[in-house]
Structure formats: C-alpha cells, structure tokens
C-alpha cells in the first residue's frame, strides 16, 4: 500500500511560523515578544545553514530536477513570507510599543536631534576606525564574506569623473553592532540602542572622502554550514573537525539578505557574485542579523516586560544522594525541578573516597559547566573518570573540542564513541564501593542518571526534560554494558532494558506497534500516546499508519517537524499530531503504550528520524516506578491533549488551535502544577 507524507523542510518552516505566533500575541509581555521574534530569525539562519543546504546538496545529485525545484521555490516562497511577517511585527507593533514605553530602537536613523552629537561620538571613535573598506575594482575583487556576516554595499561616484564606483565594508565577525545610549543623552528613566545599520545610513558618506556618497545598502550571506565527515575523517577525528570548523564560514551560499532599498541591478550584482540566482536573495527592513540580539533588553528593569521570574524547584535529597536513590527510582523534571540536582550527583561523588569511577556521555554542555568541573575534580581525586564527548554536536564541536582536552589535562580518560555514530545518548553511571549490612562484606553499589535532554544547566532552565535516578542493577548493568560498547570494549550492545540505537530501536518500536495492533483487531482498548521533538522516519510512519488502519487510537505530540499526515481516510483516521509551543521548548521523548492495560512509559534520548533510529548512538529507558509513570503522564502527555494553547494539525497541514474546550492554562503552567503535587 501507498502512503502519502508531508515535505520535512515545509514542516520546519511551519514550526517556525507556529514560533512566531508567540511573538504576535498581545498577551506575551512586550520585551519576550521581542525575543521570540530573534528567536525566529536564529531559527531560520539554522534552517538554511543545514536544512536547506541539505536541499541543495540533493538537487546536485538527482535525476528529477523538476520535483526538487519545486521544493526549493516552494521553500523560497514560504520562508519570504515568514521573513515579512517577522519584520511587520518588529516595526508594526513591537518597535512602536517599545518606543511607547520608553525603549527606543533606532534601526532607522530617525533620531532626535539633541541624539547626534553622541551617536556620531559612537560612530567615530568606537565603529569607524575598525571598519574594512575595499573600493571594487579588477584588483580588488568582491571579498569572501564569512557565514551570517553583515556587509554594505555602497554606491559611490568619481569625483573628477563622475563613473559610478562600488564598494563593500566589512563588519568584522564579532563587533559590536548595537549601542545603548547613555542616560545622560536619553533621559534618567528612558532607554535609547542605536543599531550599526541607522549609524550606517547616517554617516556612511564620512568613509569615503574622496567620493561623492550616493548610497549604501546592507546585506547578509548565510552559508552552508553543515559538517560533512568521510570514512576517513574519522581516523583522526579531533583534526578534522577542527579543520572542518574553519570551512564552515566559507561554505556555498544558500541565502543573501539585502535592504528593501537595495536597487535590482545591485540585487544581481551581488548574487552574481556569489554564483546564486536572484531567487536566493531575501529583502529585509532595517536588520538581518536578529539572531545575535536575543538578550539585548534583558537587562531593562520592568518585570511586566519579562515572564514572572521562574526559579526551579531544589530537590531534598537528604544528607545522602546516595542513599535517596538507593531507597527508590527519583525521576527530576525540568526546568520546573532544578538540574542543581545532577551537579550535586556528581559533585557529591568527586569528593566521595568509597566512588570508584564515573562514566558519562557529554553531548552538549555550558560554557563553564560545574558538571565538567566536577569530572575534573573527580579524576584530580583519583577517581577513574571515563567521558564519551561528541566532538559532532553540531554548532558545539569546538567548545566541546576544549572541554576533551581539559578533561584529558587532568587524567580522565576521553573517547569519542563509536566512529561514524553519533552519541546522543544521556547517560552517567556512578560506581561505589559499600558494605553489605548483612554479611558486612565489601561490593560495587552502581548510581545511573538517564536522560532525555544534555547535561547542560542552561538548557535545563527552558527545555522541559526529565532525568531518571536509579540504582536499578538490570537497568545500570546495561548502562555499563553501554559503555564498555562505546570504548570499544564490546562489538555488539545486548542490553536487557533499555532500547539503543542504531541497533534494537526499530525492531522495538515494531514490537510495541505490532502488540497494539493485535489488541485493537481483538476488539480491546489499543492506544498510544508519542511525544518527540520530530517525526520523519517514514519506516516508523508506515507503522502508525498500519496502526490507525487496524483500529489503534494514537495521539502523536510533536513540538517540530511531522512528516506523517493525520486524518487521511484508509491511512491516518485514527491518528491526531498536536504541537505545543510556549515559554519553554518541548524537548522530552515519551513512548506511552497501552499495553493490555499494563501501561507500558518509556523516556528517550530520541527523537524518531532516520539519524537517531539508525545512524546515532541513542537510549531509551523504562519508567519502571508506577508513581513515576503517572507523573510522566499527568505532567508531559495530558496536559498537551486537553490544552487549548495546543496546536492541531489537518490533512490539509494546516496547523491551527482546534481545542477551544480544552483547559485554559498552557501546559507549561499545568505541568509545573502537577509536578508541585506529584512530587
């Protein structure tokens, strides 16, 4: 049988739309509106630096052209208009009710007067000197601009011979590009930031003093900036992505933003320049690079800008972490419980004399992670410390090249999992040495963490997760096992409990599927409720479709991209896709299955795509606990369900907020209700 499936980078675009709607609410407070907004664009910046690279990369090798220009115009068309729903809510509402409240953002050089004198002070002595000017001619061609640099173009005239000349400036990568205005200037109670772009427009003509100033223009090129590695890349794999982290910057260019004001015949010099067709350019008002602005008002002091402050939970594990795993399974859910929790795990086990190793995969981590520090201390203490960092978590290659090095300065030992897989496994493991109080003989006691987020405090405190605690032996001997097949210990991986990719996750996932599908044609209750980040495996798809097709209700949450179609006669009839966007990003993995009423939770490391099922190194864990069970339930799978916040998808892959009974609190603020009472 065919089955029909919705386009993976259309998918990405809507959730980016779905994104954008938080910024359009008139309920978000005024300064959140204005992240969201940044938060889209950083969105889109990703979406075409592997996305839509990715895209291209196929129109290079297929033999169907015709299709895949479709994708790509559709892709152009869909992302223009995201693009121009972004800038009417910045300069139609968002700059206007900021100005309204005292917060100017001058974008546009349409400054008061008595605002002059300081800003081209700003100009003079803090920009201009640190500004790279090349006036285009056969020996000065069209420089390289670097991935998501910002440029200007500027249109110059010969003062004797009146011939029309270009030039490019070139803001060097990590220069400052927003400038808050002193309070003398703007007033004790006001806020003025003065962007490089209005300073620009203003004094652009002070650069180039031997020219007649006509205009300038600015301008933006986004690069293709995934990392592809060889079979032979991976015989030394520091070096080469280390060298593949300096190609980033120069890689073929999939975007170039220019100024609405930018005429046509500029327009195609510059993407002529950069061998792409018109097509590729983007026009956009006043800024491109809101991406980089994320924080930029954080420090405003006026609570009704910002969400109520949130302060995760602490949890009181005792005197003893230990003993308080020991005793049951703890499962931590963030950002609602603090992730000072998993610090303290491993910090209490640093200085611990009876530890005698901790093992821990590293996918992500903070800058100045106390987790790595901990490790580090760890291995200074004599503890043996074993660390599996990715060195391929894209766009955290080189801060994750720097923590391995470290890690390996001070005696931890460092690997880099199984060569061509990456590991986005969540997993610590802590071994003690105890004494049984019955025979008062010595042993090995294990502590495991399994999770479904990165061991990283920052992203704990806006992703919701949740972290299993468990001394469980069947559940930390695979664990182990686990380990010992990532330092290339052991060739195959058979663990008992949990699931692991590439290997057992399809098979499993068919299990699961096949014993609902068994229950529903004997005419017993047969559900499923999934929640990942995103769904494309159409090997896993074609499963739920036989599902739906036998009778099996499944409820699919799925914060991203779907690329199943829900509601298709003879296909999907029994399938729902729900999508929940808020203040905090949906990042947990769910499996719930019936079960025969056995009710049957898993949490993973893994979203269901064909990298994570098959060509990743990933981990799903049972919720063993029955408390632990319904607190997932209760706290990340119903309160999307009955959410009028929740976005439902249609056969028509239109997603829209269908639920107008549902109950009126987001399921962020349900979960953090529940977890208060469940806890």
């Known amino acids: 049988m065919s089955f029909t499936y919705n386009d993976r980078e259309l998918s990405n675009l809507d959730f980016i739309s779905r994104v954008l709607t938080i910024a359009s609410n008139p309920k978000v407070p005024l300064i959140e509106r204005f992240r969201y907004v940044c938060i889209c664009c950083s969105l889109l910046d990703e979406f075409f630096e592997i996305r839509f690279s990715s895209v291209l990369e196929e129109a290079k090798n297929t033999k169907n052209q015709k299709n895949i220009q479709k994708k790509i115009d559709l892709i152009q068309k869909k992302s223009k208009k995201i693009e121009k729903e972004i800038q009417a809510e910045l300069f139609g509402k968002i700059i206007p009710e900021l100005r309204n409240n005292e917060i100017t953002l001058f974008i546009d050089n349409d400054w008061p007067e008595k605002y002059s004198k300081t800003i081209k002070r700003i100009f003079t002595q803090q920009v201009k000197p640190y500004l790279n000017l090349i006036v285009l001619n056969v020996n000065r061609p069209f420089p390289k601009m670097i991935n998501k640099s910002t440029g200007y173009f500027v249109e110059l005239q010969e003062k004797d011979t009146k011939q029309t000349r270009y030039a490019i400036v070139q803001i060097p990568r990590m220069f400052q590009r927003v400038y808050e205005l002193p309070k003398q200037t703007t007033g004790a109670k006001k806020y003025g930031f003065v962007f490089l772009v209005a300073m620009m427009r203003e004094f652009a003509s002070i650069l180039f003093p031997d020219h007649n100033y006509i205009d300038e223009y600015q301008f933006k090129v986004t690069r293709n900036s995934d990392l592809l590695l060889s079979a032979e890349d991976m015989d030394d794999l520091r070096d080469s992505i280390s060298g593949k982290l300096m190609t980033r910057q120069t890689g073929e260019p999939v975007r170039i933003e220019t100024s609405t004001r930018m005429p046509k015949n500029i327009v195609k010099f510059i993407a002529d320049n950069h061998d792409v067709t018109t097509n590729f350019v983007h026009p956009f008002r006043g800024t491109p690079s809101l991406a980089n602005y994320i924080g930029l008002l954080d420090h405003i002091n006026n609570p009704s800008f910002f969400f109520p402050k949130h302060q995760p939970r602490k949890i009181n594990f005792g005197e003893d972490i230990f003993q308080w795993i020991k005793e049951k399974d703890r499962l931590a859910h963030h950002p609602y419980e603090s992730f000072d929790i998993v610090n303290q795990f491993v910090k209490s086990a640093a200085t611990d004399p009876n ?42 290659e080189e801060a994750n090249l720097k923590w391995a090095e470290k890690l390996e300065n001070v005696g931890a030992h460092v ?156 296909q999907s009839e029994n399938i729902r896709v729900l999508s929940t966007v808020g203040r905090f990003l949906e990042h947990h993995r769910i499996f719930y299955f019936y079960h025969g009423g056995k009710e049957l939770v898993y949490c993973s490391s893994a979203d269901w795509m064909e990298r994570n ?54 399921p962020n603020e349900i979960a953090l209700e529940k977890s208060i009472i469940t806890n």
Request: hydrophobic letters at 35%.
């Open 355 to 396: 530890v005698v190793s901790i093992k821990q995969t590293i996918y992500r981590a903070d800058k100045k992670s106390k987790l790595i520090q901990s490790l580090m201390e760890a291995s200074i203490n004599g503890i043996d410390v074993n660390v599996v960092i990715e060195l391929q978590a894209r766009f955290d």
């Open 415 to 570: 690997v880099h999992g199984k060569p061509n897989f990456k590991c986005h496994a969540k997993l610590l493991i802590i071994s003690r040495k105890e004494i049984n109080p019955n025979n008062k003989k010595p042993y090995i006691q294990h502590y495991a963490h399994l999770g479904t987020g990165n061991y990283s405090a920052g992203n704990a405190s806006s992703y919701t997760d949740f972290g299993l605690f468990t001394a469980d032996k069947t559940i930390c001997s695979d664990i182990l096992m686990t380990f010992d097949f990532l330092s290339g210990v052991r060739k195959e991986l058979k663990p008992k409990e949990i699931i692991n990719s590439p290997e057992r996750h399809i098979l499993f996932l068919k299990r699961m599927i096949s014993h609902e599908i068994k229950q529903a044609r004997l005419g017993k209750t047969a559900e499923m409720i999934i929640k990942v980040n995103s769904l494309t495996d159409t090997r896993v798809i074609d499963m739920l479709y036989r599902a739906s097709n036998s009778g099996v209700r499944i409820t699919m949450i799925i914060r991203g991209v779907s690329r199943l179609i829900p509601g298709i006669k003879g």
């Open 613 to 666: 099922l098959s060509r990743r190194t990933e981990v799903t864990f049972p919720i063993k606990n029955q408390r632990l069970k319904e607190r997932v339930i209760d706290e990340a799978l119903y309160p999307h369900i009955d959410s009028k916040h929740t976005y439902w998808l249609s056969k028509k892959l239109d997603y829209s907020l269908k639920n107008k009974k549902g109950d009126a609190r987001h």
